[in-house]
């Protein structure tokens, strides 16, 4: 299993960032993610990242799919792959569309259809092919009477570090997971209990991988969680509630939130819909303090060294292949101590 993080949106000391992510790659951290919902953009941010380190594999962590032209999006990944010796990794996802309208005025639509286009074209690109794409959301090159009538079939001028550069899915739904399952070579999901996947995600899985290419390899799973270990660890698991409340109770509108429906799939009903109430009332407080405590322990790492490696099995057996760690004690030097303790114990 290998041990990734997340760096935080606000870019804030992103200098100093970058040098303590340094230090972490040679106490053995394997990963890093830049996220970039409607912060920063990620991919300049992974190209000072990929000059810095060595080893470290890099991705992006998610962009949205909505923005950026399939075709761009695959070169974007290829450039990357390229000034990283191929370390790069596209995570990409829907996101919602309180960013895609609301933060670039473009209609949400089509998850599902749009994904599986901009794959196809993604991989045509990275093989030098010459785009060719009729899709019902993508058409490349516009057909004649929509334009010009000058454009033509190309293929990328730069031949790719790898022509099956890694694609990661951030998913949640039942139809997303499978597509995931189906097409990609990573699945990314939140909040994710490993007692409880089999029983959500197992059906829509298994659906994916029916139909899954033998030449993509096994299924990889990349979930994060938040971390600490040692004596009095458990206290700090106050500090996850407030980030899934925020996500359960405020992260889409109040019929069309993809977190609360899950932990509602979980089998947290009528929580889910307390924290939603409170925390779309302003009480942000209250809705953290009613994130049971059971669902919090279940999606982190936190607890003695034997309880933490309980919960890594756990983790293993329901097929999780990468843990992105969010140390929930930032101290540079405790994350570094904690980082080499949790490898230790994979």
């Not at 009538?149 to 730069?158: A, Q, R, V």
Request: hydrophobic share 40%; with cysteine.
């Amino acid at each position: 299993m290998k041990i990734g993080m997340s760096l935080a949106y606000s870019g804030e000391g992103f200098r100093e960032t970058v040098d303590q992510l340094v230090e972490l790659e040679k106490a053995g951290l394997d990963a890093v993610a830049v996220r970039e919902a409607y912060t920063f953009d990620a991919i300049s941010q992974l190209g000072y990242i990929a000059a810095r380190t060595e080893n470290l594999e890099l991705a992006s962590g998610i962009i949205q799919i909505y923005t950026r032209t399939p075709s761009l999006t695959a070169m974007t990944a290829a450039g990357l792959d390229y000034v990283s010796d191929g370390r790069f990794t596209l995570g990409i996802g829907a996101s919602g569309p309180q960013v895609i309208e609301g933060f670039h005025g473009v209609r949400y639509d089509a998850p599902l259809g749009r994904t599986r286009e901009i794959v196809d074209i993604c991989r045509q690109v990275w093989r030098r092919e010459k785009v060719q794409h009729s899709g019902k959301h993508y058409e490349v090159p516009l057909a004649p009477e929509k334009g010009t009538g000058l454009g033509k079939p190309l293929k990328l001028i730069n031949h790719p570090v790898r022509a099956d550069i890694p694609i990661l899915l951030a998913a949640l739904g039942p139809k997303n997971v499978a597509l995931a399952a189906e097409l990609v070579q990573v699945w990314e999901p939140l909040f994710f209990h490993p007692g409880k996947a089999h029983e959500v995600w197992g059906e829509s899985l298994e659906t994916g991988k029916a139909k899954r290419a033998p030449e993509l390899g096994p299924l990889g799973i990349s979930t994060a969680v938040g971390l600490a270990i040692g004596p009095g660890a458990g206290e700090m698991l106050q500090y996850v509630k407030p980030t899934v409340a925020l996500y359960v109770g405020g992260m889409g509108a109040k019929d069309q939130n993809f977190y609360n429906q899950l932990m509602q799939r979980y089998g947290y009903l009528d929580e889910a819909e307390e924290i939603q109430n409170l925390y779309l009332a302003g009480k942000k407080d209250e809705a953290a303090a009613a994130v049971p405590d059971e669902l919090v322990h279940a999606i982190s790492l936190v607890g003695s060294e034997d309880e933490v490696a309980t919960q890594l099995k756990q983790f293993a057996e329901a097929g999780v292949t990468q843990l992105n760690i969010m140390p929930l004690n930032p101290d540079h030097e405790t994350v570094k101590a904690q980082l080499e303790t949790l490898k230790s114990l994979v």
